[in-house]
């Protein structure tokens, strides 16, 4: 693993986990992302260690928040496919256990492929384009930036 792909990896897996995150959900676009499905986010993000941003990131993209978006065999928040939430045993249409299967998959995946987020991305939705891996960490790079100008969630929940 090379220098650079461990500190992504580092950053990826241990600084935005560890901080302490806005109580509201960082804005991405125009879109609206319910508190409940931030404090399952929140909730992923801690069980998993990776960053909440990246599972927001993936929630607008893959679903534009909608819990009940299906394409194919994929449902819910972050698309799980029916084989992968049966595999992770969570109900894809329940918003909680989406995201959680949803985190369980990228935080496996960030570690297999050592963070590199272009692989992660490219196989966690399959039929991707250069196009969709542009937009999610776009939008990353988003919820990130915003985050930065919220004050953080008051007793430290996260």
């Known amino acids: ?25 960082p804005q991405i676009g125009r879109l609206e992302l319910k508190q409940e499905y931030w404090d399952y986010i929140k909730e992923a993000a801690k069980r998993y260690r990776i960053s909440p941003y990246l599972i927001q990131a993936v929630c607008a993209i893959e679903s534009r928040y909608d819990p009940y978006a299906k394409s194919g065999r994929c449902f819910g ?15 894809p249409l329940n918003p909680r256990e989406n995201i959680m299967g949803g985190a369980a998959v990228l935080a496996r995946l960030l570690e297999k492929y050592d963070g590199n987020i272009r692989k992660v991305l490219r196989v966690y939705n399959s039929s ?21 100008f919220s004050p953080p969630s008051p007793m430290r929940k996260n």
């Not at 220098?3 to 600084?15: A, N, V, Y």
């Not at 928040?77 to 109900?91: D, P, R, S």
């Open 1 to 25: 693993m090379s220098w650079k792909t461990l500190i992504i990896f580092l950053l990826l897996t241990t600084t935005a986990w560890a901080q302490p995150w806005p109580q509201t959900p």
């Open 77 to 91: 928040l972050m698309q799980l496919h029916e084989g992968t939430a049966k595999k992770y045993g969570v109900n």
């Open 128 to 148: 991707c384009t250069n196009a969709y891996i542009r937009e999610v960490l776009r939008a990353y790079e988003q919820a990130e930036f915003m985050a930065a």
